[in-house]
């Protein structure tokens, strides 16, 4: 994987999903966006309307804003608070909330979509599908999103070997086939190029998990390898175009999946005690069954 963001603590991987936020800033500035007409094709089904959105591991909302782009109501989530941090203050309009995948704080059939965008490899599979079916209204949408680096090209081999590669990019079909809850998994692919100076080059392989959780030592010679590809590969002033492709899979959850709830269960029948105004963008006070952060 080329790209990741932490989508839960309690799935594999926890403590390498856990170190972005040591790199929250570092990846907010260089990780990229995806292509919108990626996250217009994941929610297309529903047409125009806007839908409410639940995204897990929003991370600094590298999907989030695309979404809330196009018209879409978004809840974020994630486990990690300074990624999210990041998130609100790029995004205001947001209200993320700090959770997990495997116990989601919404309330049953209460989101029209669910997205994830770099974090689906990190859940709990086992745990986090049910709660996903769980908060999906009746035919609702998951959406499933990666950025992947293009290998092709030898720089980049180069620089995803110095990152902790190689890495395989995740397909989720055959998983969410074999659970029968899903319809059939369509996918599709994109392509973009990102602008990448040597600042840039940098961040990004500091955001990387796999050089985040890197004894100091260590984590300080792979970025002076990482500088110095840039200084053999950069093109003066203007820096490098780094390639990506998109890799997006949508689908949606049968009539007859429904799960009850595994998350935390509320032990007091009144709404749960807010921290902060009531919402003024239409978003259903009682969904969330947690204050947010």
């Known amino acids: 994987m080329s790209a990741q963001t932490p989508g839960s603590g309690a799935g594999p991987g926890s403590r390498r999903a856990r170190s972005f936020d040591r790199v929250a800033e570092a990846y ?22 806007p839908l409410h959105v639940l995204e897990l591991g929003a991370g600094t909302g590298k999907l989030t804003a695309g979404l809330i782009a196009l018209g879409h109501r978004v809840t974020p989530l994630d486990p990690a608070g300074g990624m999210l941090a990041q998130l609100r203050t790029g995004l205001p309009p947001a209200r993320p909330v700090v959770a997990v995948a495997e116990a989601l704080p919404l309330a049953d059939a209460s989101v029209d979509a ?9 859940f709990d599979h086992a745990r986090a599908i049910p709660e996903i079916t769980r908060v999906l ?9 990666w950025n992947d680096t293009d290998r092709r090209i030898p720089w980049v081999r180069r ?6 590669g190689p890495h395989e990019m995740p397909d989720p079909t055959a998983e969410l ?3 029968g809850l899903f319809e059939v998994v369509e996918s599709r ?15 990004l392989a500091q955001s990387r998990s796999a050089v985040a959780t890197l004894g100091e030592e260590e984590r300080t010679r792979t970025l002076e390898e990482v500088d110095a590809l840039y200084d053999s590969y950069g093109r003066g002033p203007d820096g490098m175009l780094l390639p990506y492709d ?6 949606k959850v049968l009539p007859f ?8 269960q509320q032990t007091d029948p009144s709404p749960p005690r807010r921290t902060d105004p009531e919402p003024q963008d239409g978003t259903d006070p009682d969904s969330l069954l947690i204050d947010f952060r």
């Open 246 to 251: 998109t890799f997006a899979y949508r689908t």
């Open 114 to 122: 669910v997205v994830a965008a770099q974090a689906y490899h990190w």
């Open 177 to 179: 086939d074999d659970t």
């Open 257 to 264: 999946a429904r799960h009850q709830r595994t998350g935390p």
């Open 159 to 164: 620089l995803e070997s110095l990152l902790g």
């Open 189 to 203: 692919r994109f392509r973009f190029w990102q602008p990448m100076g040597r600042d840039g080059l940098r961040d």
């Open 137 to 145: 209204r009746p035919g609702g949408t998951l959406g499933l999103v």
């Open 28 to 49: 907010e500035r260089a990780r990229p966006g995806y292509p919108e007409e990626a996250a217009r094709w994941l929610l297309a089904e529903a047409g125009e309307r």
